[in-house]
């Protein structure tokens, strides 16, 4: 067996701009699908997989998501008190075991591999699993488990990945393929964001990584990349030109941007309609606003 993934940065240093003005007052990751902000489906996933140290990488004004992981006293007592076991079951999945949750700021805005590599202290010589809680996956098993698996089979570097259409490369990390395996695809380079037309492939990176002790030293050496910042896709690219294995995952699931309003908004119905307790009022709306042929105004 090898070394187990115990660990995983959560990277939430982000200022949300394209959800103004809601984020303005809350970080884009306490925004709920249904009624669970995006954090906890992207900690869900994590926990599922066997993850049990949390590491965030934040910035200023996010405190809401420490707050929203603490133990709420005064919140339980109540509950407890008008005997509302249901909703002190929900509550269990929010807080967290002492120690196994990290804060680390990212006091500059320098990239996605920049804000890893703020983390690589409490990471130490460890396989590691990063997720970009804006995509969020529905899948019968788990995304980051799936890539568990296939990492304790690989031993290489583990990389979430789907087609997109071609003139959509330029809003992705976009491997180069070279043998591709069906469920793996091993790499031979990736590049960020590259203008349609330019793209190796249309085999993007969606956000689930399981990465290797290696990445995260060469992040100490990179430099600003696409967009002028420091991006993880070189740090993983440059791994493999020093003889490491990168491996692309089709998962088995459905992704959902929520980093986008539409992706949100399909999220969010996606997500309704999975819910017992909604799903048939919800459903039968749905089913008179299109035949109709209006939307709610
Ligand atoms: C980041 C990564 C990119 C990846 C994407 C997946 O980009 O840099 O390689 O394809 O997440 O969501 P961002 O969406 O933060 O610009």
Redesign the pocket.
Known sequence: MRRAVSKAIFPVAGLGTRFLPATKSIPKEIMTLVDRPLIQYAIDEARAAGIKEFIFVTSRGKSALEDYFDWAPQLEAELRRKGKTELLEILKSTTMDSGAIAYIRQQKPLG?GHAVWCARRLVGNEPFAVL?P??VIAAEKPCLQQMVEAYQETGGNIIATMEVPDERTD???ILDADEDMGTLVSVRGMI?KPAPGQAPSNL????RYILTPPVMRHLNRMRAGAGGEI???DAIASVIGAGGKVFGYRFRGQRF?C?SKAGFLQATVAFGLARDDLRDDFAEYLREITALGRAAQ
């Open positions: 996605l970009l804006d995509d809003a992705y990390g960020e993007a990176v969606i956000g991006q993880l896709t941007d980093g």
